[in-house]
């Protein structure tokens, strides 16, 4: 999928504290003391806030976006990020054997037997992050 540029709020608060926040994923904050700290956090909450919605929204345009009236709204920015993939179920036969291995690492990593596919495939054909960051199909 390709990137998504979703618009955010700079704000400082009384205390001079700076927070960003994003019109498109309610709840989605970043705060820090200055602001470039504060935007440096943003893509991080923004790419956590894009993995928990379902289907993520289309970005809100700036001219549509409302502030709080007694808010000191710094800048409007935009912050990039790639919505995860979609997974796909897939048979796959193994001997029971390797299953039972696979098993037994994925336990003993915490994870589930699809993700440690998912995982090991990845870091096979060479991509270290191992494509974890996906999406179950519902």
Request: glycine share 6%; hydrophobic share 45%; charged share 25%.
């Amino acid at each position: 999928m390709t990137k998504r540029y979703y618009p955010a709020v700079l704000e400082r608060d009384v205390d001079g504290l700076f927070a960003v926040w994003f019109p498109d994923f309610p709840g989605c904050v970043a705060a820090a003391e200055d602001q470039h700290a504060v935007v440096a956090k943003a893509h991080d909450v923004l790419a956590r806030a894009i993995e928990d919605v379902e289907t993520p929204p289309a970005p809100t345009p700036f001219d549509a976006i409302e502030t709080p009236p007694d808010a000191e709204v710094v800048a409007l920015f935009a912050v990039g990020v790639t919505p995860p993939s979609v997974s796909e179920r897939v048979n796959v036969y193994l001997p029971k054997a390797l299953i039972e291995r696979l098993d037994a690492q994925a336990e003993a990593r915490g994870m589930s037997r699809s993700s440690f596919v998912g995982y090991a495939v990845s870091l096979a054909l060479g991509d270290p992050l191992g494509g974890v960051r996906t999406r179950r199909a519902r």
